[in-house]
T-cell receptor, first 117, second 114 residues
């Protein structure tokens, strides 16, 4: 069964500093990995995804993620944090069945990112 | 291009009542899935529809049901509401069931059961 884990409930970083939000995964086939962001009282916004190919994936709002197969990780990064980046971040993996990929996402527990001015 | 549209955005229901939530996917998307988000349980998958057929179902009681119409719009229904059904219900759409496709979410429907 597919699963993802976000080991940190909260990450605190000063504005202008680099940020990393961690995610590790467990899959039985090809990993289809996603990052989403949720602002208060809003839905989920897509940031980026890893399907195959380059291990460094670039996404929206200056975010990127590094896929590491040997460490089964997919950490979200940004070189310089903004106060407006403060939000809840979710890592997710696409579930697989006998037919291949499904549209069921399995989410981590979320990491609250707090960027201090 | 319009995003995933969910209605209503906010609603309050009484225990024992039923509720229907609606979702219009992004134009051209044929897959719709639903999730429940609560502070205690996080994001949990409810069901997935593709071409009007339910393809996947999460671990929820039979009070939770859904359907998809020929224009890909979807509805979910919760009958005999319980206090624990209070949650944010999120709809998501994708072009098809290809692993490489992005899954986009709507703003959600906030359900409060009193």
């Amino acid at each position: 069964a597919q699963s993802v884990a976000q080991p940190e409930d909260q990450v605190n970083v000063a504005e202008g500093n680099p940020l990393t939000v961690k995610c590790t995964y467990s899959v039985s086939g090809n990993p289809y990995l996603f990052w989403y962001v949720q602002y208060p009282n809003r839905g989920l916004q897509f940031l980026l995804k890893y399907i195959t190919g380059d291990n460094l994936v670039k996404g929206s709002y200056g975010f990127e993620a590094e896929f590491n197969k040997s460490q089964t990780s997919f950490h979200l990064k940004k070189p310089s944090a903004l106060v407006s980046d403060s939000a809840l971040y979710f890592c997710a993996v696409r579930d697989l069945d006998y037919g291949g990929a499904t549209n069921k996402l399995i989410f981590g527990t979320g990491t609250l990112l707090a960027v201090q001015p | 291009k319009a995003g995933v549209t969910q209605t209503p955005r906010y609603l309050i229901k009484t225990r024992g009542q039923q509720v229907t939530l609606s979702c219009s996917p992004i134009s051209g998307h044929r897959s719709v899935s639903w999730y429940q988000q609560t502070p205690g349980q996080g994001l949990q998958f409810l069901f997935e529809y593709f071409s009007e057929t339910q393809r996947n179902k999460g671990n929820f009681p039979g009070r939770f049901s859904g359907r998809q119409f020929s224009n890909s719009r979807s509805e979910m229904n919760v009958s005999t509401l319980e206090l624990g059904d209070s949650a944010l219900y999120l709809c998501a759409s994708s072009q098809d069931r290809s692993g490489g496709n992005t899954i986009y979410f709507g703003e959600g429907s906030w359900l409060t059961v009193v």
